[in-house]
């Protein structure tokens, strides 16, 4: 969400043409988000760690999405989760 605030309300165009990069899949209201600026691109990092995240919902949207399954990635936040337990709930 605050890729969005700092992006600023640029015309839609502009958010049609760009490339939001993610660490994992969206959540909910990163994607509500992606959808109401009218992204048309979304890559993330891997979608293993919230398997029901918002990639679904944005391609079936028509927002092109590539999931790019990186294992550093992956590893990334499986770390976390075990390092910080408390600032991480998957349910």
Same mark, same amino acid.
């Not at 048309?40 to 760690?49: D, N, W």
């Given at each position: 969400?605050? &890729?969005?605030?700092?992006?600023?309300?640029?015309?839609?165009?502009? +958010?049609?043409?760009?490339?939001? +990069? &993610? &660490?994992? &899949?969206?959540?909910?209201?990163?994607?509500?988000?992606? =959808?109401?600026?009218?992204?048309? #691109?979304?890559?993330?990092?891997?979608? #293993?760690?919230?398997?029901?995240?918002?990639?679904?919902?944005? #391609?079936? #949207?028509?927002? /092109?999405?590539?999931?790019?399954?990186? !294992? /550093?990635? +992956? /590893?990334? =936040?499986?770390?976390?989760? !075990?390092? +910080?337990? /408390?600032?991480?709930? =998957?349910?």
């Amino acid at each position: 969400m605050s &890729t969005f605030d700092v992006a600023g309300r640029l015309p839609r165009s502009t +958010y049609a043409a760009a490339t939001l +990069y &993610t &660490t994992l &899949t969206p959540c909910d209201m990163c994607t509500g988000a992606c =959808l109401w600026f009218g992204v048309g #691109r979304v890559v993330m990092g891997e979608k #293993r760690t919230v398997s029901n995240g918002g990639h679904d919902i944005l #391609r079936g #949207r028509g927002v /092109e999405v590539v999931d790019m399954d990186d !294992k /550093e990635c +992956y /590893e990334m =936040l499986q770390k976390f989760l !075990k390092d +910080y337990p /408390e600032k991480w709930r =998957l349910d």
